[in-house]
């Protein structure tokens, strides 16, 4: 008899474990039950646009202007005067990288094409870095001796860039006759932050900010008045490009513990149980990998080892990514667990880390948004309510605004579904592997892949969520134009 109320139990268990997805929602992922809201804007295919070698690199509010490069060159469309195709030197490639509300300011580079001309073991081939005006003969930062350089930021009005590059002194001596000057190691360069504002007025920015470069994101305001810095203690600050006055980064009013001094009292730990703490409610269900912010209801089930259970020291911000005016910023936090007091030659060293993805907010009201252990941010929009992140090898979204049925809270979605909510899809099968978003928070440029699958070129897709303006086209056999102006100086 015990054998088969033994039996029957274990049958039961398995029935439970089998209805428990269809009873209970997925504390990882929002809900799924949310239908699809008609569409007011578009999705498009746009690999008839970008042909083989092509690639949206940065668009405008409302999918008005956008750059990027085709067949190894620099682009610019407008829907106010159409496609701009530059031609680069012989043997160069370039890329648009920013691109101004109107689309008639552009920053972009020119390089050596190291597949025709692969430079030798040890050499770095100089990246000319040049503004581009409609109208206007090409500026190259050559101009100002700055070679190799990297574009951090444009302003919305196209009038302030923000750059990083190398900087020859006046004191360097001669390049030897025969020897070339792209031998960047070899050369006597110092890198340089540098500003250009109301198109001529060239600034080195030695003396208000010399933040640590940064390989992939932007760090000037939209509004070009401020940038982010990150010193050496990791530390970030938020500086005033006219006055020089900083605002160090906190999240729950913590800086970077290498920043920060206990014999004056500063606050550097994240306490477990303090309402100020933004990590208060970050907590995840027993068995469920992602944390997420947990109603009143749920903190009770909370799992032993979720976040909101620990003391947490701030060891290190990754991908700043400010605001239009800087008021909030996207970050990806490096979290370490303070050691129990109990537990023999506590060390940081060994302690458990955390990744958190947050939106920083001037006024105190930090929110994290993700965690785990592969997480980048990749853009804000102006108005600081619509985050754009790459979790592992899958694009997500978080929106403020966006709260679905049956929940109270804004969660995040993959991309994909995201764009589904508002009625624009995409085959099912894939996932979006890299996206664009445009300032506003309304257009994306996605690049799709087969799971599992990391060969190039992914195809290619534009979807504007809202508005209605008309879908780009233009003619990729359309005449190139030749570079007007300055010539790029490696």
Request: glycine fraction near 8%; charged fraction near 25%; hydrophobic fraction near 35%.
């Amino acid at each position: 008899m015990k054998r088969i109320l033994h039996c029957h139990r274990c049958y039961f268990c398995t029935f439970l474990l089998f209805i428990a997805p269809l009873l209970f929602s997925y504390p990882d992922m929002a809900s799924a039950d949310d239908s699809p809201a008609p569409s007011e804007g578009f999705i498009m295919d746009m690999t008839p646009l970008l042909g083989s070698n092509g690639r949206i690199k940065a668009i405008a509010p409302g999918c008005r202007a956008m750059t990027g490069f085709l067949d190894g060159a620099p682009f610019v469309w407008s829907r106010d005067f159409g496609l701009v195709r530059l031609a680069p030197p012989s043997k160069h490639f370039g890329m648009g990288d920013f691109v101004s509300d109107d689309g008639r300011s552009m920053l972009g580079f020119v390089s050596i094409n190291d597949a025709i001309s692969p430079p030798p073991y040890g050499q770095t081939w100089a990246r000319s870095g040049f503004i581009w005006r409609y109208g206007e003969p090409l500026q190259y930062m050559s101009k100002h001796g700055i070679a190799d350089v990297e574009w951090y930021g444009l302003s919305a009005d196209g009038k302030a860039a923000l750059g990083y590059g190398k900087k020859k002194p006046s004191s360097a001596p001669a390049a030897t006759k025969g020897k070339t000057a792209e031998n960047l190691e070899l050369t006597p360069y110092y890198n340089r932050w540098f500003s250009i504002r109301n198109k001529k007025q060239f600034r080195v920015l030695d003396e208000i900010a010399r933040p640590i470069a940064s390989p992939y994101y932007r760090i000037l305001s939209r509004d070009g008045k401020k940038l982010l810095q990150k010193q050496h203690d990791n530390s970030v600050q938020i500086v005033d490009l006219q006055t020089g006055a900083q605002r160090p980064l906190t999240f729950g009013g913590v800086r970077p513990h290498a920043s920060t001094d206990p014999a004056k009292g500063e606050k550097r730990i994240l306490r477990a149980g303090d309402p100020q703490n933004p990590l208060f409610r970050w907590g995840r269900w027993p068995g469920f990998r992602r944390s997420r912010i947990l109603s009143d209801g749920e903190l009770k089930r909370a799992a032993p080892d979720s976040p909101l259970r620990a003391d947490w020291l701030l060891d290190d911000f990754f991908c700043s990514i400010p605001s239009f005016d800087g008021r909030f910023t996207l970050c990806a936090l490096y979290l370490k667990k303070v050691p129990k007091k109990s537990a023999r030659h506590p060390s940081l060293l060994d302690a458990k880390s955390l990744t958190v993805l947050v939106r920083l907010d001037a006024g105190g009201k930090d929110i994290p948004i993700d965690d785990g252990p592969a997480l980048m941010g990749l853009d804000i929009s102006d108005d600081g309510k619509t985050i754009l992140y790459q979790m592992d090898t899958e694009i997500w979204i978080w929106n403020e605004d966006l709260v679905l049925p049956h929940d109270n809270i804004p969660r995040p979605l993959p991309l994909a579904r995201y764009l589904a909510h508002f009625g624009l899809s995409l085959p099912p099968e894939r996932t979006i592997k890299s996206a664009v978003m445009s300032p506003d928070g309304h257009c994306f440029f996605g690049e799709l892949a087969l799971s599992g699958d990391e060969q190039f070129p992914y195809k290619q897709f534009l979807a504007c969520i809202k508005g209605n303006a008309s879908r780009p086209h233009w003619n990729l056999g359309g005449k190139k134009i030749s570079n007007r102006g300055d010539k790029p100086v490696r």
